[in-house]
Structures are given as structure tokens and as C-alpha cells.
């Protein structure tokens, strides 16, 4: 189970890869770009996890930002938390 802290700070590293430079790359500024305009997708749920996988493989990201976002990861592949529960406040 996934603490209303802990969601509220995966939310914040969400947020940050929203708005900021990692990942790198036009796919992601793609992403970006699909997240503002329809969010609450199905295309909006594949940019957003895309946006988290390529910020593992981005030599730049952040190690604190990567260790939570390992976190993210395994806790919507157990289904302890669902993207649009990230999308929320970022």
C-alpha cells in the first residue's frame, strides 16, 4: 500500500518530468505534449509511463528522482497505484 506522503512526493518527480529536460529527446517532448492536451487517456497513460521509463535510462536524471521513480514503477505494475493518481496534482 502506497502512503499518502509517498504519493504525494512520486507526485512531485512526476512533475518535474513533466515540466523539465529529463528524458531528453523529441519521444518525450512528444509525451509531453500528449499530457497536456489529453491526459486522462490511453494516450495519455502510455506517455506517461514512457516518461518514467526513459527517465531511467537518462544518464542526467536526478539519483533520488530515479530511486523513487523505480518505486513508481514496481507500484503500478502491482497495481498499487494507477497513472491518472499521478496526473492528479502534477
Not at 500500500?1 to 518527480?13: N, P, Y
Not at 529536460?21 to 491526459?39: E, M, N, S, T
Not at 490511453?42 to 514512457?50: D, T, V, Y
Request: proline content about 2%; overall charge positive; glycine content about 10%.
Amino acid at each position: 500500500m502506497v502512503s499518502a506522503g509517498e504519493l504525494q512526493r512520486w507526485r512531485g518527480v512526476f512533475g518535474r518530468l513533466r515540466r523539465g529536460a529529463v528524458p531528453r529527446g523529441q519521444q518525450f517532448d512528444l509525451c509531453r505534449r500528449v499530457l497536456v492536451g489529453i491526459p486522462s487517456s490511453a494516450e495519455g497513460a502510455r506517455a506517461a509511463r514512457l516518461l518514467l521509463e526513459g527517465a531511467m535510462a537518462d544518464a542526467i536524471t536526478d539519483v533520488g528522482d530515479a530511486q523513487d521513480i523505480i518505486r513508481i514503477l514496481k507500484a503500478l505494475d502491482r497495481s498499487e497505484i494507477a497513472i491518472e493518481q499521478l496526473l492528479a496534482d502534477s
